[in-house]
DNA sequence: GTTATGACTATGG
DNA sequence: GCCATAGCCATAA
C-alpha cells in the first residue's frame, strides 16, 4: 500500500521544481526516503513511469543530467523553451539548473 | 514465495 | 568519452 503516498510525493516534488531547473531522481529518492522510509530511485522512475504525464517529467533528469532516449527528444524542445541551462551533449547542466528538493526531514516544524 | 523488469547509480575497463 | 557489470528497491507476473 502506500503506492499512492509515494506517488503523490513524487508528483509533488516534481511539480514544485521551478522553470529553467532540474533534479535527479536520486535527489527525489534520498528526500522520500526520510519522509516515507522507503526509498529507491528505480521506484522514482516507476512512479514517473505511471503518472509522469501529470507533472513536467523532464524537470527530473538522471544523476548526469541525461534522460532516456524516447524522452531526451521531447524535453528538449521544453528546455529550450524555458530557458534551462544545457550541456553541448544535450543534457542539461546540473552545475546551474540543479535544484534541491525540499527537505522536510529539516524544514518542516 | 520466487523470478523478471525498470524514466537509476556507481565503479571499472 | 563510451560500454559493460554490479548493487539496490519496489512492483508485477
Sequence with gaps: MAEEEYGEAVLAIVD?????????YGLIAEVLHEQLGRGGPRNVAA???????????????RADGTLPAHLADEARQAYLGEGTPLRPTGAVDLAKAVWLPPDIHSSTP
Design 16 to 24: 514544485l521544481v521551478p522553470e529553467g531547473r532540474a533534479t535527479t
Design 47 to 61: 512512479v514517473m513511469a505511471g503518472h509522469g504525464s501529470l507533472v513536467t517529467w523532464w524537470r527530473v533528469v
